[in-house]
């Protein structure tokens, strides 16, 4: 029940039950929350169809766990969404969303931010990848660091904005030179959103700071995911 309401449970109810599905679905969210705290997108997306499958595995004999049965639909709901999608990417953001409707807030914001990074990535250097993933950087050169290459990309493409001169060390540089594959349309992307979305949130947490109550974040963080799919699906 706490994990479908807030999906979180407590590690105290990770006790050895004379149940191995039972076991398996607690250390499966368990899993997942530790994934979470820790910021680990890909390991967390992963966890959700663990959970699901546990879920599935349980109801299968649900005559047994009649008191369960409607917890585990309706996590099983919750997640369907996420499970059934093939786009690793598209998968990311539904996660994203299924975040912000349990308010959790911060770890929606690390996320979008390394959606957006990943897929800048993915499409200007990969983009014959079905997916980005951190090995690919290797690829490339091996001193490539993933956050100043998408930094790199978020001002070279003019996705962000400063009144800064940003300048990009010279050895990222040399790579995007040499690996211009760039298969997608960024003016798909909400430029406009994207820079509100860092300058006025991400930077701001980041930063310890306060986020002005007068920006609705939940809503600046969907228009961005919203945006990032569209330059997935038609870019």
Same mark, same amino acid.
């Given at each position: 029940?706490?994990?479908?309401?807030?999906?979180?449970?407590?590690?105290?109810?990770?006790?050895?039950?004379?149940?191995?599905?039972?076991?398996?679905?607690?250390?499966?969210?368990?899993?997942?929350?530790?994934?979470?705290?820790?910021?680990?997108?890909?390991?967390?997306?992963?966890?959700?169809?663990?959970?699901?499958?546990?879920?599935?595995?349980?109801?299968?004999?649900?005559?047994?766990y009649i008191l369960l049965t409607p917890y585990l639909k309706s996590i099983q709901k919750k997640l369907s969404n996420i499970y059934i999608e093939k786009n690793d990417?598209?998968?990311?953001?539904?996660?994203?969303?299924?975040?912000?409707?349990?308010?959790?807030?911060?770890?929606?914001?690390?996320f979008t931010d390394q959606l957006i990074r990943e897929e800048l990535v993915h499409y200007y250097y990969f983009p014959d990848s079905k997916s980005f993933k951190e090995?690919?950087?290797?690829?490339?050169?091996?001193?490539?660091?993933?956050?100043?290459?998408?930094?790199?990309?978020?001002?070279?493409?003019?996705?962000?904005?400063?009144?800064?001169?940003? !300048?990009?060390?010279?050895?990222?540089?040399? *790579? #995007? =030179?040499?690996? /211009?594959?760039?298969? +997608?349309?960024?003016?798909?992307? @909400?430029?406009? !959103?994207?820079?509100?979305?860092?300058?006025? *949130? #991400? =930077?701001?947490? /980041?930063?310890?700071? +306060?986020?002005?109550?007068?920006? @609705?974040?939940?809503?600046?963080?969907?228009?961005?995911?919203?945006?990032?799919?569209?330059?997935?699906?038609?870019?």
């Amino acid at each position: 029940m706490a994990f479908d309401q807030f999906l979180k449970i407590s590690d105290t109810y990770l006790y050895n039950l004379n149940d191995n599905k039972i076991n398996n679905l607690m250390k499966g969210i368990y899993q997942f929350n530790h994934m979470l705290d820790y910021c680990e997108f890909d390991s967390c997306v992963h966890s959700i169809s663990q959970i699901y499958n546990f879920c599935q595995s349980i109801l299968k004999e649900k005559y047994k766990y009649i008191l369960l049965t409607p917890y585990l639909k309706s996590i099983q709901k919750k997640l369907s969404n996420i499970y059934i999608e093939k786009n690793d990417a598209i998968k990311k953001i539904k996660f994203i969303k299924l975040l912000l409707a349990h308010n959790s807030l911060q770890i929606a914001i690390t996320f979008t931010d390394q959606l957006i990074r990943e897929e800048l990535v993915h499409y200007y250097y990969f983009p014959d990848s079905k997916s980005f993933k951190e090995e690919l950087l290797n690829k490339i050169a091996k001193e490539s660091d993933f956050y100043d290459l998408s930094t790199d990309l978020l001002f070279f493409l003019n996705i962000r904005n400063s009144s800064k001169n940003i !300048n990009s060390k010279d050895y990222i540089v040399n *790579i #995007r =030179n040499k690996n /211009n594959n760039l298969s +997608k349309d960024v003016s798909l992307l @909400d430029k406009e !959103n994207i820079n509100i979305f860092y300058i006025k *949130i #991400r =930077n701001v947490v /980041n930063h310890g700071g +306060k986020i002005d109550q007068n920006i @609705d974040v939940n809503k600046i963080i969907l228009k961005c995911l919203d945006s990032v799919e569209k330059f997935i699906k038609e870019g």
